[in-house]
């Protein structure tokens, strides 16, 4: 009997995913695994798809072709409540938050909808409206504000916010709903850096303390760079790359689509700002 | 044969220009224009004023009322309202358009009198000169109508195509954004569409008034006729809208053909075209493609770029209004528990006449509960809430007066029975997106108004099915205490689900669909679920204000009285508890008071001030009750750190860029206590 080790099976993976938006493909059968307990980039200048890619594997959109793979289930077909209800949170490019609810009541809805469904509907006849939230919720929402430093503003709504809080109240919420997988769009966007620092041991203990799965997108590339396990490349929609951080840093195709003849993906992150423009397609 | 068909085209070439102008409009400025058929009425009343009241003739009258009157009349609405809105959600658009539709003829019946104007004359001298083409009549209004939308049509082609102006009209369809930063005013191009399709309506109105009356109701029928093309067009496609309205017109005249005449049964086959036309096509495309959109991402990547998520302009100060409602227990749940206190020792102290509105009030208050639940919570206008209402009312009057059932049982079994038709409706619209559910819902009130409440079993000659109130509360006292306890516990359940995970669900999905999708929430089930509670909401309220006239009387539901139901509650606040008991006080005392106190000829300003209270909407979208409220909040704020008592700026809420997330006045739509 021969022991062979084999590579934990992705939790999240997506197979030949193809979108396009009339003559357009924004992605163009693009595969990426994600596997238990890791982090993962995808990376891409402006116009890459990455948020596309991200809308399809969120349930947001339906891709023209490929597959897509939840825990070894196909969920290409499944809306995105209900991949939410797997375990498959998200956050946005632009926050998609809920203007006349507070901080608190973002965590508290999120962590309701993950593990007590039924008040949804029973609430309203037992007058649980009346009644202040039960011990564990209370623990729980107060962990994730300390966790994040939203304390002071647990009370406010969040019409009003700056958007690195609303960045953060979006992190907040999507874990929250217990995730074994967690889509970041631009988590570092409109923090500042210590914030950014906040966030990313967040995202360390999200994945070693709760095994929790990242799919991250993100223009900071020093960032990328130092969280992820592996990278996946995109550039108008096709995938140009894909490897560890240090194969990403030596790979040409990137060096070129991100600066052009000047390799600055080995460079320092101050760096690192410059990126082609193309125009970024809205799913 | 010919015969009806030259009859059907004329009509479909006036639903041609109906759909001309609201399409244009829509595609062009981004309203849907609701108010459609209260223009052509206005503009059409204006025309029979001077023509057959002041005996002008043909030309200088329509010159005048509307090829002058409708751009004059188009240019204030754009000016002095929609000019405003370009950025507002749908929901404050259509609510906008409804005031409109409210204002203006009340207006109209102030400025050109209340005469009930049965026939009205065509652009054709009388009697109408009728030729004989291919051995079947045609009339001159018939061949007015056909020549105007070949006009239309040919006309508008030509300049959108191939002139300057087309071409900015094009741009600006495709980005507004774009459009401004080429150099093109976008405000002057809208203006000259408001323009155009406002004296579009005016002619329509004119066209059709001699076959469908010159009522406000006629008119509204007019304007659902046209919707049904328009969402049979994706509400963009102009060939295709005029297309099928001329179908539909040629239909509805040649199916006369074959049905008996005088039948309520071919009357019944001949009202409900629209609606099988609009439905037909709606399945075919969500068959189709799994849905379609309602339009809200008009424009392009910039113009979507720029729109403020979930709304408009942000009001941290509305939101906290908001939250304040929602969560914990402060000083200001008095307010609504003082009003309240207030309203019960009002039937202590009025008599008779003033007692009998004071409880017809508390039962519209009832009624306005439900515009609270499925627009102020829901974030859904639903326009068929009056048919619920009515449905309710006679579904009690038919157990409680010819089954012997007791009367607040009956009202029980109405809501009961009501509110599996909500559902339906909702789910045939709510995957469609908020301008389809106001769209459909005014359709299906249309035709619950054409079909089952004209039905004689309901009518009753014009005096409904009369309906005994319980024994314990015949007189107006009493009855008035019924309605307010009635008030109250649907009040304290309202209250209790916006606190509730429930109530925070549907901020969630109202405030942001994607952001809610991907917690886990199902749209259509907590919509639904609105649905459901408010036409259960709205059947009871119909039922005690049947109790409260002792009749069930179905033209107190009607579609259009419906929109000033709603028009009335926008003025006050449409997500206040207490508004709505304001509102429906209002509604009641208000015509009471100008009746008793003021010349008859004023009896029309109360219907006037409730469409332009809606109207206000667009300038301040929470209502007089929740403006109200903010200002006192504001002084005690004052107080309270003159006292010293100053909150420390919390972090992150100050400085750095703020995102416009809410749109929060706007969605919230009013006040929440």
């Known amino acids: 009997m021969t022991a062979t080790t084999r590579s934990p099976a992705p939790v999240l993976e997506c197979r030949d995913v193809t979108v396009r938006f009339g003559a357009v493909v924004a992605v163009n059968s693009v595969s990426v695994d994600v596997p238990p307990s890791t982090i993962i980039g995808l990376v891409g200048p402006n116009g890459a798809g990455k948020s596309t890619l991200f809308s399809v594997l969120s349930g947001l959109h339906r891709p023209n072709a490929g597959r897509v793979r939840f825990e070894g289930r196909d969920i290409t077909g499944l809306p995105a409540a209900r991949r939410a209800r797997l375990g498959l949170a998200r956050t946005f490019q632009r926050p998609e938050v809920f203007a006349g609810l507070t901080v608190r009541e973002h965590i508290q809805l999120a962590y309701r909808v993950a593990t007590r469904r039924r008040r949804i509907w029973t609430d309203m006849v037992t007058a649980r409206g009346f009644r202040p939230a039960d011990r564990a919720e209370t623990e729980q929402v107060a962990l994730l504000l300390d966790a994040l430093n939203l304390g002071d503003l647990a009370d406010r709504p969040v019409a009003g916010l700056s958007l690195g809080m609303l960045r953060l109240v979006e992190i907040a919420r999507a874990l929250a709903t217990n995730p074994k997988v967690l889509l970041l769009d631009e988590p570092s966007s409109g923090l500042d850096d210590q914030e950014t620092e906040q966030v ?84 | 044969m010919l015969a009806y068909i030259y009859a059907g085209v004329a009509l479909g070439s006036i639903y041609a220009i109906s759909v001309s102008g609201i399409v244009v409009t829509y595609v062009s400025s981004g309203v849907l224009n609701f108010a459609f058929g209260s223009l052509a009425y206005f503009l059409a009343r204006f025309y029979y004023y001077l023509n057959t009241e002041h005996g002008w003739s043909q030309i200088p009258a329509v010159v005048v009322a509307v090829f002058l009157a409708g751009p004059a009349l188009g240019a204030f609405l754009y000016l002095a309202l929609f000019r405003h809105l370009r950025l507002a959600s749908q929901l404050i658009k259509i609510v906008t358009c409804i005031g409109v539709s409210v204002a203006l003829p009340a207006l109209a019946l102030m400025v050109f009198g209340n005469a009930t104007i049965d026939s009205a004359p065509g652009l054709a001298s009388e009697p109408v000169r009728v030729y004989r083409v291919f051995g079947a009549p045609l009339n001159l209004n018939e061949v007015i109508a056909l020549v105007s939308v070949l006009v239309v049509v040919v006309l508008g082609t030509l300049v959108l195509q191939f002139t300057d102006v087309g071409l900015r009209v094009r741009a600006m369809v495709d980005s507004e954004a774009l459009t401004s930063l080429s150099g093109v005013s976008p405000t002057r191009i809208s203006l000259c569409v408001w323009m155009v399709t406002t004296t579009l309506a005016g002619f329509a109105g004119v066209l059709v008034a001699p076959s469908k009356g010159l009522t406000p109701d006629g008119m509204t029928q007019l304007m659902a006729a046209a919707f049904a093309a328009v969402v049979a067009a994706r509400l963009r496609n102009l060939p295709v809208a005029v297309g099928v309205a001329m179908a539909m017109g040629i239909v509805t005249d040649v199916i006369q053909k074959y049905l008996p005449a005088n039948s309520s049964l071919t009357h019944a086959i001949l009202v409900s075209i629209p609606t099988f036309v609009m439905a037909a096509f709606l399945l075919a495309y969500i068959l189709a493609s799994g849905k379609i959109h309602d339009g809200s991402a008009t424009g392009g990547a910039l113009d979507q770029a720029i729109r403020p998520t979930g709304g408009d302009s942000a009001s941290a100060s509305a939101a906290a209004a908001v939250v304040k409602s929602r969560t914990g227990w402060s000083l200001y749940m008095l307010g609504p528990v003082i009003i309240i206190g207030i309203v019960a020792l009002l039937p202590l102290v009025l008599e008779g006449y003033w007692l009998t509105l004071l409880a017809g009030g508390l039962a519209f208050g009832v009624v306005f ?74 359709t299906v009130g249309m035709l619950a108004d054409n079909l089952i409440f004209t039905r004689q079993t309901f009518y009753q000659d014009g005096v409904g099915v009369p309906v005994s109130r319980p024994g314990f509360a015949v007189d107006d006292r009493a009855f008035a205490y019924l309605t307010l306890a009635v008030f109250v516990i649907i009040a304290i359940f309202v209250v209790n689900l916006r606190r509730s995970t429930t109530g925070q669900a549907l901020a969630a999905v109202r405030y942001s669909e994607p952001g809610a999708r991907t917690v886990g929430l199902s749209l259509l089930g907590m919509k639904l679920l609105v649905s459901a509670i408010s036409t259960f909401i709205a059947a009871v309220g119909g039922s005690l204000v049947a109790l409260n006239y002792q009749s069930a009387l179905p033209t107190t539901y009607a579609t259009f009285g419906g929109l000033v139901w709603l028009a009335v509650l926008v003025t006050v606040g449409l997500r206040s508890i207490t508004a709505a008991l304001l509102a429906g006080l209002m509604f009641t005392l208000t015509p009471g008071i100008f009746q008793t106190y003021l010349p008859t000829s004023w009896g029309n300003v109360p219907t006037l001030l409730f469409g332009l209270g809606a109207v206000g909407l667009a300038i301040d979208p929470d209502g007089v009750v929740a403006q109200y409220a903010r200002h006192i909040q504001a002084l005690i704020g004052k107080v309270a750190s003159r006292r010293g008592s100053t909150e420390p700026d919390p972090p992150g809420g100050g400085d750095g860029p703020t995102t416009d997330t809410s749109g929060v006045a706007q969605h919230a739509l009013g006040a929440t206590r």
């Open chain 1, 200 to 283: 990313v041991q967040v995202f360390r203990m999200a994945v070693e303390r709760q095994g929790v799965s990242l799919l991250l997108v993100e223009h900071d590339v020093a960032m990328v760079m130092g969280l992820c396990s592996r990278i996946h490349v995109l550039d108008f929609g096709t995938k140009i790359g894909e490897g560890t951080p240090a194969e990403i840093r030596s790979n040409k195709a990137v060096r070129a689509a991100y600066l052009g003849d000047e390799g600055a993906i080995g460079r320092g992150p101050a760096e690192i700002t410059v990126q082609p423009q193309a125009p970024e397609v809205v799913s």
């Open chain 2, 369 to 442: 509960l439900s515009f609270t639940v499925v627009v102020g919570e829901g974030g859904m206008i639903w326009l068929c809430q009056a048919a619920f209402a009515g449905c309710g009312a006679v579904v009690t009057a038919q157990f409680a007066t010819n089954h012997g059932m007791h009367p607040l049982l009956a009202a029980l079994l109405g809501a009961v029975i009501a509110t599996p038709i909500g559902v339906v409706v909702g789910l045939l619209t709510i995957r469609l997106g908020n301008l389809y559910v106001a769209l459909v819902s005014l």
